[in-house]
């Protein structure tokens, strides 16, 4: 038995039935043998073993006091995965379904997603299964400090430096931040990132990860000798990533016709574009018991409550929800579009049977730790002028942030080359292992 084949059984064992955090390295594993194929040393220093095993799991206790004045207790979580190519750098996550499994899957795909960037940073993820919503601003303060309270040993801005995900946005980060300038005794702005534009935190950083997917399909467009104009973009989510993919499509000339949230879609035939119907995602975000239906309700348009926005005829598809947020089904109905391909901005939205629907049918589609890496990438950024005590304009962050992605995919395409690939999965698995398991062999203590 090889060494990837030990690791799949050792933790097949250890792990939970059905567990997400599996199947990600599951996955990893054909990757690992083509390397392998060309780097036998790998096999004997059990390089893929040692990346798959998350450095450290913490996980922690949140009591908070809602405004009635009534204790609950929350827990929190943060897996610092890997840090082989620099500190641990991943987002928290708020929401009442997140678990170990989840964050550990989670913290795995980050530590790739950095390796693809090229910049000096590991991989972690973390969160709470505390939901954000209806939750007054007092009571999201009171959480924050807490988590914070607990978890401000563990970070730092060479140690662990985390950002918002589902359920953290800017407001979060900065009592976040807050809490952590007074534990500290002084500003450390290189600790979090996220954190409001001209309160040490980047122009364009809430766009970033929706303005990264676009340059993709902008690559991918590029490529077929195509163009973006006119072309019909669905969507899911209405929250952070989903906002900036509607922003940057209108500015290429794309019209994004769907959005989704927990209870259903809508369908906007006009296109989801214009400053009052983008500003209103951002209110949308802000109502106590937020849903996407809101969108329906104020510009008169169709809402198909408990449904999937799949079965709507597009020529690009971007999910930017949540995990498996893509079953087999939805893939079936996505794929029959013909010509059309997929850029995936949640991260793992895709359930194992769709993903492999997808590479049976030669089906295009980005995997999301290459696609949406512009938001770790402009947190990165974020970090460089923190570090200078400047601030780049939006232009200048902008124009980084697309080189950045623009390198990643070069980089995948000249991998699914150099291993005569068939798919931009393995080319990213391949290209993000290859660098990790370099490292990995330069810095090893064993
Ligand atoms: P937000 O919290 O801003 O928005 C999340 C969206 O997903 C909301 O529309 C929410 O709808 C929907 N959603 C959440 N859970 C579910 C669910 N179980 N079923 C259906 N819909 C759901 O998060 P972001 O936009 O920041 O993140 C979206 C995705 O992008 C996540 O997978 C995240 O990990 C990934 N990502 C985010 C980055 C960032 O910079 N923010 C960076 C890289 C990746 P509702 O409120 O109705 O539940």
């Given amino acids: 038995m ?29 990757a690992m043998n083509l390397i392998i194929e060309k780097h036998p040393e790998y096999e004997k220093e059990n390089i893929f073993g040692r990346l798959m095993e998350a450095e450290k799991v913490l996980e922690f206790s949140v009591p908070w006091r809602d405004d009635t004045g009534k204790v609950h207790v929350n827990r929190g979580y943060r ?12 987002g928290f996550r708020f929401h009442p379904s997140v678990d170990l499994d989840l964050f550990k899957a989670l913290a795995l795909e980050q530590t790739l997603k950095n390796a693809l960037t090229g910049l000096p940073m590991g991989g972690a993820k973390g969160g709470s299964d505390f939901n954000p919503k209806g939750k007054s601003d007092t009571e999201l303060m009171r959480f924050c400090q807490s988590f914070i309270l607990r978890i401000f040993s563990h970070i730092g801005e060479n140690i662990d430096i985390p950002a918002g995900d ?90 994004v016709v769907t959005l989704s949230g927990s209870d259903g879609y809508i369908y ?8 009052e119907k983008l500003n209103f995602l951002l209110t949308m975000r802000t109502l106590k018991n937020r849903s996407v239906k809101e969108y329906s309700k104020r510009f008169s348009v169709p809402y198909y409550p408990a449904e999937k926005p799949w079965g709507v005829q597009g020529d690009i598809y971007i999910p930017c929800a949540t995990q498996n947020e893509i079953c087999y089904e939805d893939a079936k109905k996505i794929a029959q579009n013909k010509g059309s391909y997929m850029v995936e901005g949640s991260n793992i939205p895709c359930t194992s049977d769709a993903q492999n629907y997808f590479i049976e049918q030669d ?43 623009s390198q990643i995919f070069d980089n995948l395409v000249t991998t699914k080359m150099k291993y005569s690939l068939s798919n931009y999965v393995l080319a990213a698995n391949i290209s993000a292992l290859e660098r990790l398991s370099r490292a990995e062999m330069i810095y090893q203590y064993v």
Avoid at 12 to 28: A, P, T
Avoid at 80 to 88: C, D, K, M, T
């Fill in 166 to 255: 589902i359920g953290v946005g800017n407001k979060e980060i900065g009592y976040m931040y807050g809490m952590l300038k007074n534990l500290r005794g002084k500003h450390e702005l290189g600790a979090l990132t996220g954190k409001q534009p001209g309160f040490g935190g980047s122009l364009i950083r809430p766009e970033s990860t929706g303005y990264g997917i676009c340059y993709f399909a902008q690559f991918i467009e590029r490529q077929r000798k195509g163009d973006l104009r006119d072309k019909r973009v669905v969507i899911s989510g209405y929250g952070n990533v989903a906002w900036g993919v509607a922003k940057k499509m209108e500015q290429l000339g794309a019209k």
């Fill in 268 to 275: 906007d035939e006009a296109g989801i574009c214009g400053e």
């Fill in 363 to 405: 089906y295009l589609f980005i995997p999301s730790k290459a696609a949406n890496a512009g938001g770790v990438s402009v947190s990165f950024l974020e970090m460089s002028q923190n570090a200078q005590l400047l601030m780049w304009s939006e232009r200048q962050v902008d124009r980084k942030l697309k080189e950045i992605m």
């Fill in 79 to 90: 897996v610092q995965f890997n840090s082989v190519l620099g500190p641990y750098k991943g």
């Fill in 2 to 30: 090889n060494s990837i084949d030990r690791t799949l059984k050792i933790l097949r064992e250890k792990e939970i039935k059905d567990s997400i955090y599996f199947n990600v390295v599951h996955e990893l594993a054909s």
